[in-house]
């Protein structure tokens, strides 16, 4: 069985990622410092697919630590990274952490990923690198602009720094996979999304809210240039975007990219503001939502979707799940977490 690295691979979409890898006969090796994870989801893990990957709760931001693995492990066939701090507001006052966490061990995963003989590079990105996009839908060529925040700013430099290694490397091959909006959870909801502490993201407050963990909804604006107001993003299952990225991989592993260093955006191609997204939990849930509209958010770009024809053309990938799909899985998951 060929060998996968999942960095991350506790995480949000990691977890689903690990699933996906395994149901398509890889073998698995997770490092997570459980920094923004548990223990826990790796028995969900195990309970979907009845395979344990091996874990490693190594920190990926001691150099030495990093070359130690990989001196064990010289058999890699592939590296999926996520590892990163990933909340927007966060970064803004704490942009040092955002930079050593998210560019170091970039860099330290990359030095030691391009000795080994034949492992493609798989890097988790965002759609946050366009910013406000000026054309809609978001195509793979639309401008990169000025990140709006040091979150931002370490996806667009880890994008710079991976494609200047491939530029050196020609027999070094990467993917960077640019998400949407990552909601929901696996069917079996034996693993989904676990924020700690306060929910940042839409989806995740929502249900919190209506499991009635949280008081109520803050909408962040309703006067928007939007149909309704409110800012629309594409919201994509995790388990579509988790398959996305198994492709991905396998493109690399088979020698089927045209140039070692590719960018695909991965959407549903679809908008959809907070209040539909909003109506979306009532209707699968068959209850209202306690909300209210406050002020905007600072930051927030009016509207994000993907053009998805690259993802189609060349991965023969699309996002099978609409959103209901999504809220309702995300909507289970959170149920069973009481
Ligand atoms: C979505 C919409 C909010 C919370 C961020 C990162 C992106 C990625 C996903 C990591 C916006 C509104 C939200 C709330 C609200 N993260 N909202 N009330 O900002 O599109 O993207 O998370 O990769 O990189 O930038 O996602 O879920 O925070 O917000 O009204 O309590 O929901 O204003 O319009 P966002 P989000």
Known sequence: MKKIVVTGGLGFIGSHTVVELQNSGFEVIIIDNLSNSTISVLDGIVSITGQIPTFYNTDLKQKADVEAFFKGHNDIAGVIHFAASKAVGESV??????????????????????????????FSSSCTVYGEAKALPISETSPIQPALSPYGNTKQIGEEIISDV????????AIALRYFNPIGSHESAKIGELPL???????????????????????????????????????????????????????LIDGENTTNYEVFNLGTGQGSSVLEVIKSFERVSNQSLNYKIVDKREGDVVAAYANTTKAKDVLKWTAQSSLDDAMRSAWKWQQQLK
Do not use: W
């Open 93 to 122: 006052n704490e942009p040092l952490l955002y930079y050593e966490n998210n560019i170091n061990t970039l860099v330290y995963m990359l030095q030691n990923t391009t000795q080994l003989a034949h492992a493609p590079f798989i």
């Open 166 to 173: 491939c530029k050196a490397n020609t027999n070094f091959n």
């Open 197 to 251: 502490g306060v929910p940042q993201n839409l989806v995740p407050f929502i249900m919190q809210t209506g499991a009635g963990i949280r008081e109520q909804l803050s909408v962040f604006g309703d006067t928007y240039a939007t149909q309704d107001g409110t800012c629309i993003r594409d919201y994509i299952h995790v388990v579509d975007l988790a398959k996305a990225h198994v492709i991905a991989l396998k493109r």
